[in-house]
T-cell receptor, first 113, second 113 residues
Framework: AQSVAQPEDQVNVAEGNPLTVKCTYSVSGNPYLFWYVQYPNRGLQFLLKYITGDNLVKGSYGFEAEFNKSQTSFHLKKPSALVSDSALYFCALIKAAGNKLTFGGGTRVLVKP | SAVISQKPSRDICQRGTSLTIQCQVDSQVTMMFWYRQQPGQSLTLIATANQGSEATYESGFVIDKFPISRPNLTFSTLTVSNMSPEDSSIYLC??????????FGPGTRLLVL
């Protein structure tokens, strides 16, 4: 069985400071990993993905994530957080195209001015 | 990425009634998915809908409760039947495009009284 864990329900950070949202996973074989963001009263927006290749992937809105196979982690990062980054962030994985997305529980990010 | 719309965006329904949610995509896609996001929780896949075949339901979801139609490559409907307050959730459709990435519609917010 595959699973995704986001150990922090909420992350608080001051505007301008680095932001990290943690994600670990469990799956047999090589996963495809994703980050999505959900703003209040909005659907999910795709941020970035790791399929293969360079372990550091860059995505929308200045976000990046690092795939670490030995630690089975895929942490989301942003060097300088904005108040507008306050939202709910989901890490997810699939084993192959056409498969269902397995989501983590979500992490609420609050960026304070 | 595909532009995905859902109707209705929100609704308040009485228990025992049914609601049909529409998902429209601006391009042809093979795979469409329906997810449920219960209040304060993560997303759970209800079923996968491929055009020309019966939907495939996840464990815990049955066709009698959540019938799905997929008449063509740009449209799908999900019906929530015989609703109870426990069905109050956000229902999201998604489509897979390019390299395993799923893109989501804005969601339908359902409140059952």
């Amino acid at each position: 069985a595959q699973s995704v864990a986001q150990p922090e329900d909420q992350v608080n950070v001051a505007e301008g400071n680095p932001l990290t949202v943690k994600c670990t996973y469990s799956v047999s074989g090589n996963p495809y990993l994703f980050w999505y963001v959900q703003y209040p009263n909005r659907g999910l927006q795709f941020l970035l993905k790791y399929i293969t290749g360079d372990n550091l992937v860059k995505g929308s809105y200045g976000f990046e994530a690092e795939f670490n196979k030995s630690q089975t982690s895929f942490h989301l990062k942003k060097p300088s957080a904005l108040v507008s980054d306050s939202a709910l962030y989901f890490c997810a994985l699939i084993k192959a195209a056409g498969n269902k997305l397995t989501f983590g529980g979500g992490t609420r990010v609050l960026v304070k001015p | 990425s595909a532009v995905i719309s859902q109707k209705p965006s929100r609704d308040i329904c009485q228990r025992g009634t049914s609601l049909t949610i529409q998902c429209q995509v601006d391009s042809q896609v093979t795979m469409m998915f329906w997810y449920r996001q219960q209040p304060g929780q993560s997303l759970t896949l209800i079923a996968t809908a491929n055009q020309g075949s019966e939907a495939t339901y996840e464990s815990g979801f049955v066709i009698d409760k959540f019938p799905i139609s997929r008449p063509n490559l740009t449209f799908s409907t999900l019906t929530v039947s015989n609703m109870s307050p426990e069905d109050s959730s956000i229902y999201l459709c998604s489509v897979e495009q390019g390299s395993e990435t799923q893109y989501f519609g804005p969601g339908t917010r359902l409140l059952v009284l």
